[in-house]
């Protein structure tokens, strides 16, 4: 399960990688939900800054590992409701992607990820 502040990788089925921050972690119905912010991004900097903010759903595969699921419009709907009433988020004007589309629904993450693939030697 990711935890807040913790480097999540993105592996989309073109082999690209895209690198995030778990800015959020929610329960809700009982299913568990991660706003991911992109890494570069400073919350703590951040003056009235707009961001791309991405919504998943966290889902557990029968062999156990877990997967990024995207949300439909109804799920999406109701998550960014209960973000928008948190306080936690005021500060930060965080634009939910809902454009945001893949061929796969499914994306795994590497939670031990914590250096750029391109650096390894």
Do not use: R, S
């Amino acid at each position: 399960m990711p935890e807040l502040d913790e480097i999540v990788t993105l592996m989309y089925d073109d082999g690209e990688q895209e690198t995030f921050v778990v800015e959020e972690i929610l329960e809700v119905d009982g299913k568990t939900y991660v706003v991911l912010v992109p890494e570069d991004f400073d919350a703590e900097t951040a003056d009235d800054m707009e961001v791309d903010a991405f919504i998943f759903k966290v889902e557990e595969k029968e062999d156990g590992e877990e997967v990024l699921v995207e949300l439909d419009n109804d799920e999406y709907d109701k998550i960014t409701e209960v973000l928008c009433q948190e306080e936690d988020l005021d500060d930060v004007d965080l634009d939910f992607d809902e454009d945001f589309d893949e061929d796969d629904d499914d994306f795994d993450f590497d939670e031990d990820f914590d250096e750029d693939p391109d650096d390894e030697e």
